[in-house]
Structure formats: structure tokens, C-alpha cells
Nanobody, 122 residues
Framework: QVQLVESGGGLVQPGGSLRLSCAASGSIFSINAMGWYRQAPGKQRELAAA???????VYADSVKGRFTISRDNAKNTVYLQMSSLKPEDTAVYYC????????????????WGQGTQVTVSS
């Protein structure tokens, strides 16, 4: 099947930077959208950034100008470059990719990574 593996989380001081990566593997036929969600303690999961296969990119207002999403389609990988981090960015970050497999030709399903913790604290 399909597996998404995330990396790059950790502890960083306010104003610092981190880069998250999420690589998909398995019997992948095609990938549509890729994105990053985050969930802070006691809060609902929210979209941080997303990128379509056609190049359309959306950001949450709270991260605009500080986060950059990018994708390497040859590697089935999506990245999230986070700069000027704030304590309120502390959350578990989840990647998601909308993938069509050889077994589901004609339809896309959303797959999720296991989540990676990002903590912004001095």
C-alpha cells in the first residue's frame, strides 16, 4: 500500500527555522494535492499549507510570509520550510497526500503521515 514518512520536527527557539519533509512510498500511480496540517494541544487540527499538482498554493493566515510549502514530484515528497517560528506554532504537524494507486485507478484517496512534533520555546 502507501506509506507517508515525516521527518524534521524538533525543538527550536522563537525566531528559529525548521524544515519538515514527508515522503510517500508504495504503489503510487499519481499524486494530486499535498499539504500540511497541524494540531496544537486542546485544539482542532487545522490546515497550515497545501499545494495542488497544478501549482496552486494556499496558506493559513497565521503562517503567511513565514512558511513555504514545496513539492518534489519526482521524489513524491512535500516540504514545509518554517521560519520566524513563534511559540504558537507549537503543534504536531501532519502531512497528507492525495494519491491514486494502481489498485484504485480512477480515484484518489487521502493518506496521512504519523505526525511530527514541533516545539517552539526558549
Amino acid at each position: 500500500q502507501v506509506q507517508l514518512v515525516e521527518s524534521g520536527g524538533g525543538l527550536v527557539q522563537p525566531g528559529g527555522s525548521l524544515r519538515l519533509s514527508c515522503a510517500a512510498s508504495g504503489s503510487i500511480f499519481s499524486i494530486n494535492a499535498m499539504g500540511w496540517y497541524r494540531q496544537a494541544p486542546g485544539k482542532q487540527r487545522e490546515l497550515a499549507a497545501a499545494a495542488s499538482s497544478g501549482g496552486r498554493i494556499v496558506y493559513a493566515d497565521s503562517v503567511k510570509g513565514r512558511f513555504t510549502i514545496s513539492r518534489d514530484n519526482a521524489k513524491n515528497t512535500v516540504y514545509l520550510q518554517m521560519s520566524s517560528l513563534k511559540p504558537e506554532d507549537t503543534a504536531v504537524y501532519y502531512c497528507t497526500q492525495r494519491i491514486q494507486t494502481a489498485q484504485t485507478a480512477g480515484s484518489f484517496n487521502d493518506y496521512w503521515g504519523q505526525g511530527t512534533q514541533v516545539t517552539v520555546s526558549s
